[in-house]
């Protein structure tokens, strides 16, 4: 595709539902990041893919997320238990092949945690 | 981890005017990357800078990695300039950690008519 997607673009859910984030990435892109930005923390970084594996998962910020990646392409974060303080823009990224690449990043999904 | 330090963090200028934003870091780094963040959020590759000069426009930015720190020059500044400006990088010895970009807290620019 032209560039990075993610869906949905805003997403309301209530305290303790599961909720689950989309990214597309450049397409030949094998490398895939989470990112999210909140006015508390600014941007931080969550995980990165190489291919299907994420060889650090300690970015994290709890073990209610989780993200996964198939097929080298499309990735999910889930995240479980959803509490307020989740609510954020959930960016992701992708690259040619790695973290020494330039990085484009897609428009983002609006958490909102009520 | 690595740090990150933009400064200023506001800057308010009238259109047509210069600026130059900076950008410290606290380690080697293997990727330095600016970005301005539009009014609707999205982020927008500027310059893939780890080292070296570029120019793009009226944009152009250095980095000197010797002495850690990225520069980004703005010039004759438009009205579409406004908003907030990264600085993003990836250490260099992540001694096997994250692996991602590590983000300043920008610098928020107003460019008035």
């Known amino acids: 595709g032209a560039g990075v997607s993610q869906s949905p673009s805003n997403k309301v859910t209530e305290k303790g539902k599961d909720v689950e984030l989309r990214c597309d990435p450049i397409?030949?892109?094998?490398?895939l990041y989470w990112y999210r930005q909140s006015l508390g923390q600014g941007l931080e970084f969550l995980i990165y893919f190489q291919g299907n594996s994420a060889p650090d998962k300690s970015g994290l910020p709890s073990d209610r997320f989780s993200a996964e990646r198939t097929g080298g392409s499309v990735s999910t974060l889930t995240i479980q238990r959803t509490q307020q303080e989740d609510s954020a823009v959930y960016l992701c990224a992708s690259s040619g092949w790695g973290y020494t690449d330039t990085q484009y990043f897609g428009p983002g999904t609006r958490l909102t945690v009520l | 981890g690595i740090q990150v330090e933009q400064s200023p963090p506001d800057l308010i200028l009238q259109e047509g005017a210069n600026s130059t934003l900076r950008c410290n870091f606290s380690d080697s780094v293997n990727n330095l990357q600016w970005f301005h963040q539009n009014p609707w959020g999205q982020l927008i590759n500027l310059f893939y800078i780890p080292s070296g000069t570029k120019q793009n426009g009226r944009l152009s930015a250095t980095t000197v990695a010797t002495e850690r720190y990225s520069l980004l020059y703005i010039s004759s500044s438009q009205t579409t300039d406004s908003g907030v400006y990264f600085c993003?990088?990836?250490?260099?010895?992540?001694?096997?950690?994250?692996?991602?970009?590590?983000f300043g807290k920008g610098t928020h620019l107003i460019i008035q008519p």
């Open positions: 397409s030949g892109h094998t490398a």
């Open positions: 993003a990088v990836s250490a260099m010895y992540s001694g096997g950690g994250a692996d991602g970009l590590t």
